[in-house]
């Protein structure tokens, strides 16, 4: 028994020792590093170093922790951009600059329909001839589609705020405007929404994101003003996946308007659902790795990505500085077009803007053009195949020549878009403020916010150096044809055409057997947009798939 005593006291002191011992251990790592930290940390990073390299580089990464101590108490506003800018031109590539006037298709004999629920679905040109024409106000249009917001919303979950007030203030204001002559153009009295990374003065910009879902940011994101001198109409703000992921947001899933059990996938996720469903005739989104693209896939609308470095980015949540771009989703590809010419410009306070002319031409010819196809990824096996398959006939059918190619080798950098956003929101990581992020699955932000850390500098810079030499890459392709066509999944085409910065439209090409759309691709020169929303309106001509709507929505 008094063996027993006696090993249990022992054990009582080792105990104890040991973690007396073991805070002195671990504040000591507070203040200078062990070989062991040096030795661990290697292993995350596949390097290798001797003991005597080791304790060479003590001294100085303990005095560098100690500066990122420091650096971490400076304040660092989300739109405060890095000094090193990412420039998408390849060497001798000169953006044309001299801009022509721009040429729509012949528009005429609109009329307002007997059945008021008809204009949900108009395009944005016939509303716009419909408001000029003085068929219709912009205050009565204003309130019909901010009824279809209400109404709707309680099926889709895709609106953070509705703008009233100030629709109504703008609507009136168009009115005013139009009645005294003073019409500015295509967008004038039209309604339209943002996505919820934009800021609005008066207005909360959530980010769809617990910890800001009360922030309000005292300014107007640029594309918000551009929209307003084109005296458009801002009824809402939509629903987006938190910062820019997926498709729920605080206030829960947005919903495919085609599938009320499926989500409208991401991120903008709400400007997709309510142009599929007739909320609005238009809505703007921002695409970073596919957050255009593939809503417009799932919801089955027209959406542009533009060139990076092509529309102000001032004002917009900043996810990656180097590859985030702001575009339109319509329902009709001419509508994008008419959008973007509103919304591409310079603008002095986003300083990745170059400056490029957007010659859009309804009349171009197609005969000859040669559009590359992107053998590899038709050649694999996927969902969308009968359709893109299709398409492709259509093409040749509009005079096209259809070129088969590949495209480089995608090196393996998506790493710079997680290294980016971790730094974008760094202080939610560090503050653990991360964990009120609605999704904490693997495949969520604040996972890869943390293993976004222990990214090296060395190998981020040596990622963007591949990136350059993918740039000079895709630049020698892109010599050989005037665009490309390609799946919208299948393949590297989406991760790969978003890091070099090329612009694309995606466009309904059918239905799936489950009755949800699919789409296809359509990717232009750097600063190409007017090429490939030319061909993508051709497509439409010919095609009715941009004309079929949702059921559970046509009232």
């Known amino acids: 028994?008094?063996?027993?005593?006696?090993?249990?006291?022992?054990?009582?002191?080792?105990?104890?020792?040991?973690?007396?011992?073991?805070?002195?251990?671990?504040?000591?790592?507070?203040?200078?590093?062990?070989?062991?930290?040096?030795?661990?940390?290697?292993?995350?990073?596949?390097?290798?170093?001797?003991?005597?390299?080791?304790?060479?580089?003590?001294?100085?990464?303990?005095?560098?922790?100690?500066?990122?101590?420091?650096?971490?108490?400076?304040?660092?506003?989300?739109?405060?951009?890095?000094?090193?800018?990412?420039?998408?031109?390849?060497?001798?590539?000169?953006?044309?600059?001299?801009?022509?006037?721009?040429?729509?298709?012949?528009?005429?004999?609109?009329?307002?329909?007997?059945?008021?629920?008809?204009?949900?679905?108009?395009?944005v040109r016939e509303l716009a001839a419909l408001i000029q024409s003085k068929q219709i106000s912009s205050e009565a249009l204003t309130k019909f589609f901010l009824e279809r917001l209400k109404r709707h919303n309680e099926q889709l979950y895709c609106v953070i705020t509705l703008t009233e007030s100030l629709a109504l203030a703008q609507a009136r204001a168009a009115d005013t405007e139009i009645a005294a002559g003073k019409y500015r153009g295509p967008l004038h009295g039209i309604p339209y929404a943002v996505k919820d990374l934009l800021a609005t003065k008066g207005y909360k910009t959530t980010w769809g994101s617990v910890p800001y879902q009360e922030q309000m940011i005292d300014a107007d994101a640029s594309v918000v003003q551009q929209m307003q001198e084109a005296g458009a109409v801002l009824v809402a703000k939509l629903s987006l996946g938190?910062?820019?992921?997926?498709?729920?947001?605080?206030?829960?899933?947005?919903?495919?308007?085609?599938?009320?059990?499926?989500?409208?996938?991401?991120?903008?996720?709400?400007?997709?659902?309510?142009?599929?469903?007739?909320?609005?005739?238009?809505?703007?989104?921002?695409?970073?790795?596919?957050?255009?693209?593939?809503?417009?896939?799932?919801?089955?609308?027209?959406?542009l990505r533009p060139t990076y470095g092509r529309v102000s980015r001032y004002g917009a949540m900043a996810l990656s500085w180097s590859m985030d771009k702001i575009g339109p989703m319509a329902r009709h590809a001419e509508d994008c077009a008419v959008i973007f010419a509103a919304l591409h410009g310079a603008d002095e306070r986003d300083p990745t803007l170059i400056p490029a002319a957007f010659n859009y031409h309804a009349q171009r010819p197609l005969a000859g053009l040669k559009v590359g196809y992107v053998q590899e990824a038709f050649a694999s096996e996927y969902g969308f195949k009968t359709q893109d398959e299709a398409t492709?006939?259509?093409?040749?059918?509009?005079?096209?020549?259809?070129?088969?190619?590949?495209?480089?080798?995608?090196?393996?950098?998506?790493?710079?878009?997680?290294?980016?956003?971790?730094?974008?929101?760094?202080?939610?990581?560090?503050?653990?403020?991360?964990?009120?992020?609605?999704?904490?699955?693997?495949?969520?932000?604040?996972?890869?916010?943390?293993?976004?850390?222990?990214?090296?500098?060395?190998?981020?810079?040596q990622a963007n150096r591949l990136r350059t030499q993918l740039i000079a890459d895709m630049q020698a392709l892109m010599q050989t044809v005037d665009l490309l066509v390609a799946p919208s999944w299948?393949?590297?085409?989406?991760?790969?055409?978003?890091?070099?910065?090329?612009?694309?439209?995606?466009?309904?090409?059918?239905?799936?057997?489950?009755?949800?759309?699919?789409?296809?691709?359509?990717?232009?020169?750097?600063?190409?947009?007017a090429d490939i929303l030319r061909l993508a309106d051709a497509l439409q001509e010919v095609t009715d798939f941009h004309r079929q709507h949702p059921k559970a929505f046509l009232k």
């Open 1 to 123: 028994m008094r063996k027993n005593t006696t090993h249990w006291f022992t054990l009582v002191l080792l105990t104890i020792f040991s973690f007396v011992a073991g805070g002195f251990f671990f504040r000591s790592l507070d203040d200078t590093l062990s070989p062991k930290d040096v030795q661990h940390a290697q292993r995350l990073l596949g390097l290798s170093f001797s003991e005597a390299k080791i304790d060479s580089m003590l001294d100085g990464l303990t005095q560098q922790r100690a500066q990122y101590e420091r650096n971490r108490q400076q304040p660092l506003d989300n739109s405060l951009w890095p000094a090193l800018l990412f420039n998408p031109l390849p060497v001798g590539f000169t953006p044309q600059t001299e801009q022509k006037p721009l040429v729509y298709k012949p528009l005429s004999g609109v009329k307002l329909p007997t059945d008021l629920n008809e204009l949900a679905f108009y395009s």
């Open 242 to 303: 938190e910062l820019a992921w997926g498709d729920v947001w605080f206030g829960g899933l947005t919903r495919n308007p085609w599938n009320l059990a499926q989500g409208a996938s991401g991120s903008s996720a709400g400007s997709a659902a309510a142009v599929a469903a007739g909320l609005v005739p238009f809505a703007i989104g921002t695409e970073t790795l596919g957050s255009i693209v593939s809503p417009s896939t799932v919801c089955g609308v027209t959406g």
């Open 392 to 461: 492709l006939r259509q093409l040749e059918a509009l005079g096209v020549t259809l070129v088969p190619v590949n495209l480089p080798p995608l090196p393996d950098i998506s790493f710079i878009l997680w290294a980016e956003a971790a730094a974008a929101f760094d202080e939610l990581t560090r503050s653990n403020q991360d964990d009120l992020l609605v999704r904490q699955i693997k495949q969520a932000w604040p996972n890869y916010f943390r293993m976004a850390r222990f990214v090296p500098a060395v190998e981020y810079i």
């Open 490 to 529: 299948a393949g590297n085409t989406l991760t790969l055409t978003n890091l070099t910065g090329h612009p694309c439209v995606v466009l309904p090409n059918g239905f799936s057997p489950l009755g949800t759309p699919t789409s296809i691709t359509l990717i232009g020169q750097l600063f190409g947009e």
